[in-house]
């Protein structure tokens, strides 16, 4: 294994130690700039790693962390579901029919180039300074970039599959349903993995608009105003913490909805489907598990947004006004695993017919 070797490829164990010498390096460098009583870098300006851990202490007495976090997620979340479910059907629109894509296609490439932070005032005054702004903000400032992405998808379709079923004598609506939807969805799923680093910037620019909460008006509000730069790091790692979890759930979400994109990365160099080790079984083992539980948590927790028979709504005061999308997609995610368990249950118990 030659670790400078271009592309070259390193172990699970490997990659593993060197992400731990990669952060110890960087918490060394990050110590060595602050520690001294002359540092070079003043507290006011990089606080020491100890001053950020306290922050957080800090953070969850005096400016509640817990709830502010959880109204950035579901604000996250809403901006998303509104974004993908416009450019879904606008990109399929205008990528697929000469008259939309001769209409719109320039005005789709530049739209890229409006500065989000620019149009703030304009959404201020749609939509005033409420949720509603925020959504609507965020999920503008993906749909211009997931728009152009769906377009060049399209493009990408290879011309076997379209000449295959050409051949087969397809209809139009049945070469998009079993070619182009396939294929294209498969393949955005990896762009809006990629857009979420891009949203957490927009959510700070639209919750440091109002008193609605959230990491941004915090990050605003009591970070920059107070002078309190250990709180503003501490919260950037509550960001940086979020955002590898949602791109590690998203590749276990991939994995599950497309998992033909992972059969020729689990194949060796001979062809053959690589044979799963004992680790990564019991993994795969405790994920679906732990899936279930937490399913079963929220199933009771939504019960209760209706009833209420814990005295409280913790999903609603977590999540705010965006409570709902977090109802849309949880049940939709719950719907689609029962429905393939349920497939694969009764295929289990359909007698094997002997070779």
């Given amino acids: 294994m030659n670790l400078f070797k271009l592309r070259g490829e ?4 490997t990659f593993f ?4 010498v990669g952060g110890a ?10 520690s001294g009583p002359n540092p070079v870098f003043p507290p006011a300006i990089l606080p020491t790693p100890g001053r950020v851990l306290g922050a957080f202490g800090d953070l969850y007495r005096d400016n509640d962390i817990v709830r502010n976090t959880f109204l950035s997620i579901g604000l996250n979340l809403a901006g998303y579901v509104e974004a993908i479910a416009l450019a879904i059907p606008l990109g399929f629109l205008i990528g697929l029919l000469p008259l939309l894509r001769g209409g719109f296609q320039f005005q789709v490439d530049a739209i890229r180039y409006i500065p989000l932070t620019a149009l703030t005032g304009l959404f201020i ?8 702004m925020k959504v609507h903000f965020l999920a503008f400032g993906i749909l211009i970039y997931l728009l152009p992405v769906m377009m060049q998808r399209i493009d990408e379709v290879q011309d076997v599959f379209l000449k295959t079923v050409y051949t087969l004598g397809a209809s139009g609506w049945q070469t998009v349903r079993t070619v182009y939807v396939p294929s294209v969805i498969s393949r955005l799923s990896d762009d809006i993995r990629v857009l979420t680093a891009i949203s957490w910037t927009y959510i700070i620019v639209a919750e440091g608009i109002g008193s609605e909460g959230g990491i941004g ?13 250990d709180k503003v790091f501490a919260m950037l790692i509550i960001i940086m913490v979020i955002g590898v979890l949602q791109d590690r759930f998203l590749v276990w979400l991939d994995k599950h909805l497309f998992p033909h994109k992972y059969q020729l990365r689990e194949q060796d160099k001979t062809g053959r489907l690589q044979k799963q080790s004992v680790i990564g079984v019991v993994w795969q083992y405790i994920t679906g598990t732990l899936f279930w539980i937490l399913c079963a948590i929220y199933l009771l927790l939504f019960v209760n947004e209706f009833i209420g028979f814990l005295g409280s709504k913790p999903l609603s005061y977590l999540f ?11 049940l939709l995610l719950i719907g689609y695993f ?17 070779a």
């Fill in 10 to 13: 390193i172990t699970s164990r």
């Fill in 17 to 20: 130690f060197l992400t731990l």
């Fill in 25 to 34: 390096f960087v918490l060394g460098i990050w110590i060595l700039l602050t």
């Fill in 125 to 132: 005054v749609w939509f005033g300074v409420g949720i509603e």
């Fill in 217 to 229: 008006s915090l990050i605003w509000r009591v970070g920059l105003r107070q002078g309190r730069v």
């Fill in 320 to 330: 705010g006004s965006t409570v709902w999308v977090v109802h849309l997609v949880s």
């Fill in 338 to 354: 029962a429905y393939k368990a349920f497939k694969n249950s009764r295929k289990s118990k359909q007698p094997q017919t002997p």
